[in-house]
C-alpha cells in the first residue's frame, strides 16, 4: 500500500506540473481554467454548484468569475426559476478555450496510455470512475 500511495502521489505531481505549465503558457491561471474546464463539460451552472465542484468559496470564486468575465470567458446571467442565483456560462472565446485545453487532455491521454491494451485502458477507466465516486 506504500508504493501505492507513493505512485499517486508522483502521478499527481507530474499531472500537476504539465497543467501548470500548459495553462502558464495560455496566459490564464489554473483556477480559471478549471472554472472553464467544469463549465465545458457541464453547461451553465448557478454560481454555488460551480464553487463546490471546484473545491472553493463562492466569494473566491466571484473574485475568478469577474477576471473571467473581463478576460471574455464567461457571462453571468439571473436564474430563470431562482432570481437569487446567478448562472455562469461560457462565452464563445470560453468554448473555444474549453476545446483547445480539452484536447491537450486527450493528447496527454493518448501518450500516456499508448503502450496500454484497449482492456488495460478500461481497466484504469473503470478505477478512475470509482476512484472519483470516492471523492
Not at 116 to 130: G, V
Amino acid at each position: 500500500m506504500d508504493k501505492l500511495s507513493h505512485e499517486i502521489v508522483e502521478f499527481y505531481e507530474k499531472l500537476s506540473s504539465w497543467e501548470h505549465s500548459v495553462v502558464k503558457n495560455a496566459g490564464y491561471s489554473l483556477p480559471q481554467v478549471h472554472a472553464v474546464e467544469i463549465l465545458g463539460a457541464n453547461g451553465a451552472m448557478r454560481m454555488k454548484e460551480l464553487a463546490e465542484k471546484i473545491g472553493i468559496t463562492t466569494g473566491t470564486l466571484t473574485v475568478q468569475i469577474d477576471k473571467m468575465e473581463k478576460a471574455g470567458l464567461v457571462t453571468r446571467k439571473a436564474h430563470v426559476s431562482d432570481r437569487r442565483a446567478i448562472l455562469v456560462d461560457l462565452t464563445d472565446k470560453g468554448v473555444a478555450v474549453y476545446k483547445e485545453h480539452d484536447q491537450l487532455h486527450h493528447t496527454l491521454t493518448t501518450q500516456i496510455t499508448a503502450k496500454f491494451s484497449d482492456d488495460e485502458r478500461q481497466q484504469l477507466l473503470t478505477f478512475f470512475e470509482r476512484i472519483n465516486q470516492e471523492f
